[in-house]
């Protein structure tokens, strides 16, 4: 990505409220034209600050927000020309929902005509062309989000935030609205930056996320990259889910490949990622697919352990199995529902194994 590509931009950016404690620190991050960015992490990461920044509700303390190559920080935020969605909709219930979506445009001086064309393209594109002379109270949860996002959209704006807008909808209206959401923002071209604790969420529309914990981005990639190849323990843990054992770097035998011997004696290979020397300590990462029971199934340089079953659920297109392997009584495989894959008993022994690519030493 060059510099001419980056249409979002924070440069050096940090903030504290109280002028001792950073809430964001030395925030770098930019985005072309175009993408749609999810910032993600627990509460108090920082994620919805930064969010704040962009929109010109909170003032960066230090550092400088560019859109389009100019800097925003003396911009109010009814002058960055960006659309917001929020969680809790943020409709004026006195107006109608065609009043609601010309509220933007009237600001922006558009003439009558121009301004009901617009609001009409705007209720079709979210499916809610014949709504418009409803009350926001009249409206299900999902219409009323819906509405929001038209109006968020109306004006054409070449950037919309989302801050947990599918919070407040139930399960199956949540994952419908990802798609959607996702449709018209490649569809429309624009760029979007997306605030979410959900990290489902955060996978399945994104197409970069950007992990935030303690202020700070710990990693920012594509969905695939960061299950795939998490860069520390934080990540390993908070995408997805995650089995992790404990012990220390016996052998460094290449770039790819180190020996780690378990607190309880067992010594295997993994992928050293953060890891630097022999004698450093480690968390071992290996997801539950990654996993096997089945002896066919396991390659000749598969590592094999064994473990006890504590228990086994049958969830239809997958069993979930929890075991006891090296001391650690929380660690889970998931396999598919196939006629081949054994449904264990609690306290049968058996041996599992996993290939060392799929096994990675991270931070202590």
Known sequence: MSDTDHFVEFERVQKSYDGE???????????????????LGPSGSGKTTC???????????????????RSINHIPPHKRGIGMVFQNYALFPHMTVAENLAFPLEVRKLDKSER?????RALDMVQMGDFGSRRPAQLSGGQQQRVALARALVFQPELVLMDEPLGALDKQLREHMQFEITRLAHELGITTVYVTHDQTEALTMSDRVAVFDDGRIQQL?????LYEEPKNSFVAGFIGENNTLVGEVVEIKSDQLCVIRLDDGEVFDAKPVNVHKVGDKTRVSIRPERVEFNKDRMTP?????????LEFIYMGDIFRT??????????????????DQPRLKPGQQIEIGWMPEDCRALDA
Do not use: C, S, W, Y
Request: glycine fraction near 8%; avoid cysteine.
């Open 21 to 39: 404690v950073l809430v964001v620190k030395d925030l770098n991050l930019a985005m072309p034209k175009g993408e749609f960015l999810t910032m």
């Open 116 to 120: 009901e064309t617009k609001v009409q």
């Open 51 to 69: 969010l704040m920044m962009l929109a010109g509700f909170e003032t960066a303390t230090h550092g400088d927000i560019r859109i389009g190559g």
């Open 301 to 309: 340089d598969a590592h094999t352990l064994h473990a006890e079953v």
């Open 221 to 225: 990639d594509a969905p695939d990259v």
């Open 322 to 339: 929890r075991l006891r392997v090296a001391g650690n009584d929380e660690f889970i495989v998931k396999t598919r529902n196939a006629p």
